[in-house]
């Protein structure tokens, strides 16, 4: 009984938090809602999109080491026109050369796509999503989308 109400309040809590949840971005390509377990990496995996471009789009509510998820929370993945759905997660012992070799792109259009990698590439990690569109897609940052 106590556990019930104790829940429902940690419900009403979160859901106050967010009276805009009906309100997401109206320029928004694809809207996503947080779910148990999440992490920006996880998210960006499951819906094609790379982990730039979820930071980005969501850099006024998602703080720089994505720790700050909530369950209920809405996103946007992508805004209408600058959306990259093409991507790749990167395993143990990729490089920039062998995945843009293996996503029929080159290497500078890469590196454009995901403006987070270091022109040598030393910093991609594990589980990150990285946009492999064979064309170079702007992502504005969320200034555009505020
Ligand atoms: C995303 O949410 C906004 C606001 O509710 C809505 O205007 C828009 O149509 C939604 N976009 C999609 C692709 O569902
Ligand atoms: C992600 O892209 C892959 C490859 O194009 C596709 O098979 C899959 O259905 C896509 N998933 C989503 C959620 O769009
Ligand atoms: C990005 O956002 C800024 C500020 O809203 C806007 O002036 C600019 O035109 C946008 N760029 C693109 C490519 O949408």
Do not use: W
């Not at 009906?22 to 992490?39: I, M």
């Amino acid at each position: 009984m106590l556990f019930r109400s104790a829940f429902a309040l940690v419900v009403a809590a979160v859901a106050a938090s967010y009276p805009g949840v009906l309100a997401q971005e109206p320029n928004c390509a694809r809207n996503y809602t947080v779910v148990a377990g999440d992490t920006c990496n996880l998210i960006a995996a499951k819906t094609n999109t790379s982990t730039y471009q979820l930071e980005s789009v969501n850099a006024d509510k998602v703080n720089a080491d994505c720790s700050n998820l909530a369950i209920g929370e809405p996103l946007c993945l992508g805004i209408v026109g600058q959306d990259c759905d093409v991507v790749h997660v990167v395993e143990a012992g990729d490089s920039c050369d062998a995945i843009a070799e293996a996503a029929g792109t080159t290497v500078d259009i890469l590196l454009a796509n995901n403006p987070n990698v270091n022109s040598d590439c030393t910093n991609i990690g594990v589980g990150e999503v990285l946009c492999t569109a064979n064309e170079i897609i702007v992502v504005n940052s969320t200034a555009s989308t505020v």
